[in-house]
């Protein structure tokens, strides 16, 4: 039986998408055959996903992390950094490695286990890294930390067996940031997925719309993570502009941005917009299809560096959506090409509005925007595909160039 080694900080009972599509991963590498060992820093009370003999998780104690404090996030990447070089120390050089940008320099380990044990190691982007830090603020580009990350980030690749980033812009600009990759033989794309199977239905008859009175309204849902590279000032400030208009917006989720939207709320009094936690996991299904239309959007600048993976649920939901990215984004050529969404420039919050409230007003097309969807998720994004692109990679069943 074929072994394989993942090392995230985030994994399973984490809500977090990375970890939930890793788990997703991890289950089906194991169903097909494949006995895998996951290094991670996510805690668990109860027993690791006893459905399957064949994977092996294992968590080290980890510091505890504020939720969105920067300087706590780093001391406990630090702190999993230093376990995962002990754990590399402990691997046969045979064995396929798998290393996760959670944190983003995770690739660091990858050099070790290159270096020190003669192995190889597959290196996956969540998103650009330092780039994504700039973007966002946290990291200037000037700063000597931003340079020596970026030298870091180049030898992580560079040294890497397979480089797997999730967008074709994302490996597009990967390979123009680091000339040596080749572009087709070590700079893989491989797209996720939606991590539950999700059924469209008709909002009228959802449970959850109708607990949440959404079933009477047009409903624009915005579903997890509410992230620093998210353009949420804009989206609020639209909520703002449509609150006489019969349109509720929903948020289920949280993140760093979360307290713009909260500020809105207390300071206008906003009945249009409802704030909701995370729900379990099983309800996605109910969740991602009590709404009319999905909503999501990056900052000027994300469009290359990262991936929402809130894009395949709203696909798979059936729903239409309404995405801020700037023009020429791989967002606004999906939307645009498969006719399932609209794409706006971001940072006009008068435009976003005056696009809601117009589908609003024109319900047959929105239904042909989430039929739309639906088939391209079907066609394009389905879990089995991305099992076996994945498989071919880490385990070279690639064709040889």
Not at 289 to 317: N, Q, R, W
Request: proline share 6%; aromatic share 10%; net charge positive.
């Amino acid at each position: 039986m074929k072994s394989l080694a993942i090392i995230s900080q985030y994994f399973y009972p984490s809500e977090s998408s990375t970890a939930q599509l890793l788990t997703d991963l991890t289950l089906n590498l194991a169903r097909t055959g494949y006995s895998v060992e996951v290094f991670t820093g996510s805690t668990s009370s109860s027993s690791d996903l006893s459905i399957s003999p064949e994977i092996k998780v294992l968590r080290p104690r980890s510091s505890q992390q504020q939720k969105y404090s920067i300087v706590s996030k780093v001391l406990s990447s630090f702190a999993f950094l230093c376990r995962g070089f002990l754990y590399v120390l402990s691997l046969s050089p045979s064995t396929p490695l798998l290393i996760v940008s959670n944190p983003p320099y995770a690739g660091i380990l990858g050099l070790s286990f290159r270096y020190f044990k003669r192995g190889n190691y597959t290196f996956l982007f969540q998103d650009i890294f330092p780039e994504s830090a700039n973007v966002s603020g946290v990291l200037t580009s000037q700063n000597i930390l931003f340079r020596v990350l970026d030298r870091l980030m180049n030898l992580i690749c560079q040294n890497s067996q397979h480089t797997i980033v999730l967008t074709t812009a994302m490996q597009a600009y990967l390979s123009q940031k680091y000339p040596h990759l080749s572009y087709h033989t070590d700079v893989h794309v491989i797209e996720n997925w939606a991590v539950e199977p999700i059924i469209p239905q008709p909002k009228a008859s959802n449970p959850f719309a109708r607990k949440h009175k959404l079933d009477k309204i047009f409903t624009v849902l915005y579903s997890g993570n509410i992230g620093r590279l998210h353009d949420i000032e804009t989206i609020a400030e639209s909520i703002y502009l449509l609150r006489h208009e019969p349109i509720q917006f929903v948020f289920i989720g949280d993140g760093p941005k979360q307290y713009i939207l909260m500020n809105y709320l207390r300071k206008y009094q906003l009945t249009n917009l409802l704030l909701l936690p995370f729900q379990p996991r099983p309800q996605l299904s109910l969740t991602l299809t009590a709404c009319d239309l999905s909503l999501m959007g990056v900052i000027p600048g994300a469009e290359h560096i990262i991936a929402p993976c809130k894009l395949y649920g709203m696909l798979a939901a059936g729903r239409g959506i309404v995405s801020l990215s700037s023009s020429g984004s791989y967002l606004e050529q999906l939307l645009s090409q498969y006719n399932c969404g609209v794409n706006l420039p971001p940072q006009d919050p008068m435009n976003l509005a005056s696009c809601i409230q117009s589908l609003s007003t024109n319900l047959e097309r929105v239904a042909t925007l989430g039929y739309n969807a639906h088939q391209l998720y079907k066609e394009r994004y389905q879990v089995d595909r991305a099992i076996r692109e994945y498989e071919n990679v880490l385990f070279d069943h690639l064709p040889h160039p």
